[in-house]
């Protein structure tokens, strides 16, 4: 359903040198399977992330989306089909919950009726009852809660793809807990193609069919958790699972 060929991209850095944030990874995304991006912050995970919903045109290399080049495709079409939970939520602060999540549904030119429909289907979906949710602000509201609406919103089009970076990254351990396992249904229930970018191979292991770890712009081993547990491609992944495991 996704796939990356020898995907590079460069950043001008500091003092003219380059950044290379990716570097020649080459990755296939199954229809209705989740992936787990994993790797040390600055690895490149947000920005494999951004070429797939074209927000970065890569500086070589291809994404395809059901076989197709995304560069051949409209952004905006494109934005639409994918749905994208941004590091921390990313809500705006000025609109209510009912206006975030029924953002890219007003944007479409929906009417009210239906908006506020599909709103209160979506909340209920993330378990926060529209009535007492709906018309409140984010500030008004725990990192969990404001985690779901960010999920709720991405999945407002109904997309077949949803991107999420770092959706469940500054929840305390009990939230945490209480979210994976309402993904883990959500995900049963809605059938998505998700690749989820965690920096916790525990959260990787738990919500991904396949985990795909990178370091330094490189994907160093796509595969099932028994796969990296059993024949890690190098020493390195061994040592980060030894010390990103603490079971
Ligand atoms: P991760 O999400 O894994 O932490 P990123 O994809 O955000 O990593 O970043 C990968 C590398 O690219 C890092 O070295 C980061 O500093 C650099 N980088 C990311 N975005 C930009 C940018 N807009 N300009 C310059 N360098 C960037
Ligand atoms: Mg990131």
Same mark, same amino acid.
């Given at each position: 359903?996704?796939?990356?060929?020898?995907?590079?991209?460069?950043? &001008?850095?500091?003092?003219?040198? @380059?950044?290379?944030?990716?570097?020649?990874?080459?990755?296939?995304?199954?229809?209705?399977?989740?992936?787990?991006?994993?790797? @040390?912050?600055?690895?490149?995970?947000?920005?494999?992330?951004?070429?797939?919903?074209?927000? #970065?045109?890569?500086?070589?290399?291809?994404?395809? #989306?059901?076989?197709?080049?995304?560069?051949?495709?409209?952004?905006?079409?494109?934005?639409?089909? #994918?749905?994208?939970?941004?590091?921390?939520?990313?809500?705006?602060?000025?609109?209510?919950?009912?206006?975030?999540?029924?953002?890219?549904?007003?944007?479409?030119?929906?009417? &009210?009726?239906?908006?506020?429909?599909?709103?209160?289907?979506?909340?209920?979906?993330?378990?926060?009852?529209?009535?007492?949710?709906?018309?409140?602000? +984010?500030?008004?509201?725990?990192?969990?809660?404001?985690?779901?609406?960010?999920?709720?919103?991405?999945?407002?089009?109904?997309?077949? #793809?949803?991107?999420?970076?770092? &959706?469940?990254?500054?929840?305390? +351990?009990?939230?945490?807990?209480?979210?994976?396992?309402?993904?883990?249904?959500?995900?049963?229930?809605?059938?998505?193609?998700?690749?989820?970018?965690?920096?916790?191979?525990?959260?990787?292991?738990?919500?991904?069919?396949?985990?795909?770890?990178?370091?330094?712009?490189?994907?160093?081993?796509?595969?099932?958790?028994?796969?990296?547990?059993?024949?890690?491609?190098? +020493?390195?992944?061994?040592?980060?699972?030894?010390?990103?495991?603490?079971?």
């Amino acid at each position: 359903m996704i796939a990356l060929r020898e995907v590079r991209q460069e950043y &001008p850095g500091r003092d003219g040198k @380059t950044v290379v944030a990716l570097d020649g990874v080459s990755l296939e995304v199954r229809a209705g399977e989740t992936l787990c991006l994993i790797g @040390t912050s600055g690895s490149g995970k947000t920005t494999l992330m951004k070429t797939i919903n074209r927000l #970065i045109q890569p500086t070589a290399g291809q994404v395809l #989306i059901d076989g197709r080049d995304v560069r051949e495709q409209d952004p905006i079409r494109l934005r639409r089909r #994918i749905g994208y939970v941004i590091q921390k939520g990313g809500l705006f602060p000025h609109l209510t919950v009912a206006d975030n999540v029924g953002l890219l549904c007003r944007l479409e030119g929906w009417d &009210p009726g239906r908006i506020a429909t599909r709103v209160a289907e979506l909340l209920r979906l993330v378990t926060l009852d529209p009535e007492r949710f709906g018309d409140r602000y +984010p500030a008004e509201l725990s990192g969990g809660q404001r985690q779901r609406v960010g999920v709720a919103r991405a999945l407002a089009l109904d997309p077949a #793809i949803v991107l999420m970076d770092e &959706p469940f990254g500054a929840l305390d +351990p009990i939230t945490r807990a209480q979210i994976h396992e309402e993904f883990l249904r959500l995900k049963a229930e809605v059938g998505k193609t998700i690749v989820i970018v965690t920096h916790d191979m525990s959260e990787a292991f738990k919500l991904g069919d396949r985990v795909a770890l990178m370091d330094h712009g490189r994907l160093v081993q796509v595969g099932r958790e028994e796969e990296l547990r059993q024949s890690p491609a190098s +020493p390195f992944v061994s040592d980060f699972l030894r010390s990103h495991l603490h079971a």
